[in-house]
Every structure is written in structure tokens, then in C-alpha cells.
């Protein structure tokens, strides 16, 4: 699978974004997607992911009620709707995909990375 993030861009402090992630390859259908950010001098963390068939989905407790994850398999795309964005949101944003909802907040489990495309947010 191969993962092209896109959608980030600079916005103001309550703003909303979406990110979305076209994949290629005849496994995304069945692959779980995961979102991940990384500031700068912070290590990658989990935003949230969601199982391959989009009924479960799930998220880091910081963005809980903000952010909503979703996919749709007949455009190969996963999104994240970014909504009240706040400046502890800046950092790049990495689509992911694996197989497998086990430990889905864990980075080291997900096989395809996308290129990352940056968030700032302005206070």
C-alpha cells in the first residue's frame, strides 16, 4: 500500500481542517488506518485509527469530541476532520496502514507510511 497524505496547511485556533489519505494498492479495503502527528522535538504519537470495515474507530484522549476519523473504501481515502483546532495540534500528520487492530495506538505496528503533511495551528 501507498499512502498520500494531503490537506494540512496554516489556520488560527478554533479552526477546522481536513486531512485526507489516498492509498494505493488493492489491500486498503481490508488494511486498518491509523493517523499519527509529530511535533518537532516530540516523539510520534497516536491520533486515532479505524478498522478496516469503519465501525470502530477509535482516538488519543486529546482530541476525543475534535477529531473524527472515517474512510471510504470505494475512493481508496481516509480522512481526518479536524475540528477546534488548538496550537498544541501543530505537527505533522502521517497516515499509516496495517493489518490488524491489536495495539492500533502503537506506531511500530503499522507497515505503510504516508509522507506527513504539516498542521499549524496559530494562537
Known amino acids: 500500500v501507498q499512502l498520500q497524505a494531503s490537506g494540512g496547511g496554516l489556520v488560527q485556533a478554533g479552526d477546522s481542517l481536513r486531512l485526507s489519505c489516498a492509498a494505493s494498492g488493492r489491500t486498503f479495503s481490508g488494511s486498518v488506518m491509523g493517523w499519527f502527528r509529530q511535533a518537532p522535538g516530540k516523539e510520534r504519537e497516536f491520533v486515532a485509527a479505524?478498522?478496516?470495515?469503519?465501525?470502530?474507530?477509535y482516538y488519543t484522549d486529546s482530541v476525543k469530541g475534535r477529531f473524527t476519523i472515517s474512510r471510504d473504501n470505494a475512493k481508496n481515502t481516509v480522512y481526518l476532520q479536524m475540528n477546534s483546532l488548538k496550537p498544541e495540534d501543530t505537527a505533522v500528520y502521517y497516515c499509516?496502514?496495517?493489518?490488524?487492530?491489536?495495539?492500533?495506538?502503537?506506531?511500530?505496528?503499522?507497515?505503510?507510511w504516508g509522507q506527513g503533511t504539516l498542521v499549524t495551528v496559530s494562537s
Open positions: 499509516a496502514a496495517r493489518s490488524g487492530l491489536q495495539y492500533y495506538w502503537d506506531y511500530e505496528k503499522y507497515h505503510y
Open positions: 479505524i478498522s478496516w470495515s469503519g465501525d470502530r474507530t
